[in-house]
């Protein structure tokens, strides 16, 4: 008679710590883990498939940022099962620290662990393995997973079960195909703990580009690697099936997704022929408008907000950058497109870069104030990421980073700049967020929705969302989700736990200050939202940002009257010329 064994596997997502040292954690969360959502369907399809024999298997996905994590109950069910597994997934730099401790008491129990993710893939990429946390983690016998999980989940836990797990899973000079593999998918009873009851998927991997503070090309590859649209109907179907109808597709460029156009048209096919309710966000590039009939049929695919790098306004600055691919000449008609198809644009903005000064940072937000119909614009410090090629030419020339992986959030100062002191580049950061999201500014960017039939309740909620992050929470608008969660216990290794008598009442005197603030906030935003609700003018609003495009907006926009804008219109026209002279050459 054969007994069943039974295997007890955690997949976890990691949050990082606060400036406190405390997890940031929340009630529901803001944005939702791929990386655990692709594991995860994975996972269950080696389940499916009785790859692992006669092995029960027992599966529990955690996302840290909504759900405590107890080390010791973690600790009790892998040391009852007959083989275990804790494996930390989609690990960033910033998270890596944390996913130590939670590593620490589990590898002091025997408990085996992996760890995986952006930070273990970068490093390998980049370094070759050159990292003091990296050296830490296998030092205390994790297991460290590099590359993608398709084609391997079943060597690795067929490996944990027999005790025999490798110190490096090294994949990353073979990524795979990701077309007819299983999809990420997660229960909804985890979905519903996300703010929007969002979840999220990949309709690709791997960009075209070269930036130089991006990890991704690094990690995942320049060579798009793509779901079928049949993969990514059946993603939709389960979910709609479980309640779920709204999604983050992750592509950093979903515009440079080569099956853009089959994937929408079968989305189109289910919202227009079917009559199925859902939605989007998605990432693309800054001239995603130029691909004819993209932005349209995003928009009746179900695209309802999209995220832009449009990064900064100084051409001198994308060069340094290596985002050559941004012509600032085309933000405002791009901008523009997205807002006849009455979608909600979101754009980055990196702070941060060799020319920046505070003057002239402050300068560059109120032209794209002025100029530019963006609606949200979140700030990120220019950040060495670890797996980029800023981190590695810092790295090779043994220019000093803050060794703390925890700040490598883009929200945190972690290397010196030429020009700005550390309190001065900290400052200008605060300051642009308030520059930005003014009161004045805020009306500004509802009239602008109203007049484009854009939600002005969906514009007040995101400029209260992104202003009181930073200001109200301490975070960055991307990690911020509702009511704030602390667990006294669950404190960043090395630091002391607060007797309860202290940390309780600190604590709820703190959440209900907060909730106080987010609520006057939210306040002086809905008077300009109501404001603009009640003018009977509002769908006729119209500014320079929101006018057409026309010849000659060179000479009219501040945007292209600084000297380095100038220099690179004169180098554009030398290479327009350039080219129309090349084409008369051949026609001849």
Known sequence: ???????????????????????????????????????????????????????????????????????????????????????????????????????????????????????????????????????????????????????????????????????????????????????????????????????????????????????????????????????????????????????????????????WEPILDRLIAMREGEGLNFNFIIQVDTLCHRIPNFIEKCSRAGVTRVFIGLENVNPANLKDAKKRQNKITEYRAMLQAWKKWRVITYAGYILGFPTDTPERIMHDIDVVKRELPVDILEFFFLTPLPGSED????????????????????????????????????????????????????????????????????ILLLCTWFMGALKIEGVHPLEVGWIRRKSRLNRRHGMPIEPAILFYPKYYLELGWKLLRWGGLYLRFGLKQLKVERDPAMRSYSDLATTPVSEGDEGALELFQTTDAQAWLDQQKRISQAQQGIKQSAAE
Not at 52 to 81: H, P, R, Y
Not at 131 to 137: E, G, I, N, R, S
Not at 391 to 412: E, F, I, S, T
């Open 1 to 259: 008679m054969t007994t069943t064994k039974r295997f007890r596997l955690y997949l976890i997502k990691p949050s990082h710590y606060d400036d406190d040292g405390y997890v940031i954690q929340w009630k529901l969360s803001p944005i939702p883990s791929n990386s655990l959502a692709s594991v995860h369907g994975l996972v269950r399809d080696v389940i499916a498939r009785d790859a692992l024999g006669d092995w029960q298997v027992d599966v529990e996905t955690m996302d840290e940022t909504n759900t405590e994590l107890s080390t010791s109950k973690l600790i009790a069910d892998c040391q009852a099962a007959d083989a275990a597994l804790v494996m930390l997934i989609g690990v960033q730099s910033n998270q890596f620290p944390r996913a130590l401790d939670i590593a620490r008491p589990l590898r002091g129990a025997g408990v085996q662990v992996a760890i995986g993710g952006f930070h273990v893939s970068g490093v390998i990429s980049m370094l070759g393995g050159e990292d003091a946390d990296f050296k830490t983690a296998q030092a205390m016998g994790i297991s460290l997973f590099a590359g993608e999980m398709e084609g391997r989940a079943e060597e690795v836990l067929a490996d944990a079960i027999k005790g025999t797990m490798k110190p490096l899973y090294n994949f990353m000079n073979d990524l795979p195909g990701i077309e007819e593999t299983p999809v990420p998918f997660m229960p909804a009873e985890h979905v519903s703990r996300t703010a929007y009851n969002l979840t999220s998927f990949d309709a690709g991997r791997g960009c075209p580009y070269q930036c130089s503070f991006c990890t991704i090309i690094n990690v995942q590859g320049r060579k798009s690697r793509r779901r079928s649209p049949d993969d990514i109907e059946k993603i939709i179907r389960l979910n709609l099936g479980q309640g779920v109808h709204r999604f983050f597709i992750t592509d950093d460029n979903f515009a440079r997704n080569k099956d």
């Open 391 to 458: 981190h590695q030419k810092l790295h090779r020339a043994g220019v000093a980073m803050d060794p703390d992986l925890n700040k490598y959030d883009l929200n945190h100062y972690t290397t010196a700049h030429p020009t700005m002191s550390k309190a001065e580049f900290e400052k200008v950061y605060a300051d642009a967020w308030s520059r930005y999201y003014s009161l004045d500014h805020v009306e500004t960017i509802m009239r602008r929705a109203a007049a484009s039939h854009i939600s002005t309740s969906q």
